[in-house]
T-cell receptor, first 107, second 115 residues
Framework: KNEVEQSPQNLTAQEGEFITINCSYS?????LHWLQQHPGGGIVSLFM???GKKKHGRLIATINIQEKHSSLHITASHPRDSAVYIC?????????FGTGTSLTVIP | DADVTQTPRNRITKTGKRIMLECSQT?????MYWYRQDPGLGLRLIYY???????NKGEISDGYSVSRQAQAKFSLSLESAIPNQTALYFC??????????????FGEGSRLTVL
């Protein structure tokens, strides 16, 4: 069964804090995605990775294929980072989504 | 213009009404998906299509139907809407041909309320 679990479900941070969101999955994958959903509802892709680490601005995504685990880090968090972050993995041509981590960054 | 456009963005309807949600994309992708999002649940797949002649059921297809009118257009219909179909619906596109699906591009979502 393809399961994707994220932790924490909800996270509140002070502006400037370092944030980590975790994602665990149950089956072998071809790729893992991190998505961001803004309060208005739209979803955008942040990262797609199958090994190692990727960095984009203040966002860093890592994956450990052997442990079936990925993390999304946000450095120097800012209120505009407030959103729901969703982890998804690809098995075959299907996407399996976590339930999301709701992040609120307080000024 | 957005890469993936959904219409309508918001719709309130009554039980038993027929509703169509439309999706068009300018990415040139073959693969298109319809997902449903409910509070506390991850995105769940309703239907997907890997080309114009290909339609496949997802995990929650009951009560829904789709039509792939062209490579760029994929519509979702609720033949007789019921209140538990109240949700946020997303169309997404990504990947073509035999290549693995890469990045997914989402529409802005269609919020449907069934009274």
């Amino acid at each position: 069964k393809n399961e994707v679990e994220q932790s924490p479900q909800n996270l509140t941070a002070q502006e400037g804090e370092f944030i980590t969101i975790n994602c665990s999955y149950s089956v072998g994958i071809s790729a893992l995605h991190w998505l961001q959903q803004h309060p208005g509802g739209g979803i955008v892709s942040l990262f797609m990775l199958s090994s190692g680490k990727k960095k984009h601005g203040r966002l860093i995504a890592t994956i450990n294929i052997q442990e079936k685990h990925s993390s999304l880090h946000i450095t120097a968090s800012h209120p505009r980072d407030s959103a729901v972050y969703i982890c998804a993995h690809v098995a075959g041509n299907q996407f399996y989504f976590g339930t999301g981590t709701s992040l609120t960054v307080i000024p | 213009d957005a890469d993936v456009t959904q219409t309508p963005r918001n719709r309130i309807t009554k039980t038993g009404k027929r509703i169509m949600l439309e999706c068009s994309q300018t990415k040139g992708h073959d693969r298109m998906y319809w997902y449903r999002q409910d509070p506390g649940l991850g995105l769940r797949l309703i239907y997907y299509s890997f080309d114009v002649k290909d339609i496949n059921k997802g995990e929650i297809s009951d009560g829904y139907s789709v039509s792939r009118q062209a490579q760029a257009k994929f519509s979702l219909s609720l033949e007789s809407a019921i209140p538990n179909q109240t949700a946020l619906y997303f169309c997404a596109t990504g990947g073509s041909g035999g290549r693995p699906t890469g990045e997914l591009f989402f529409g802005e979502g269609s919020r449907l309320t069934v009274l």
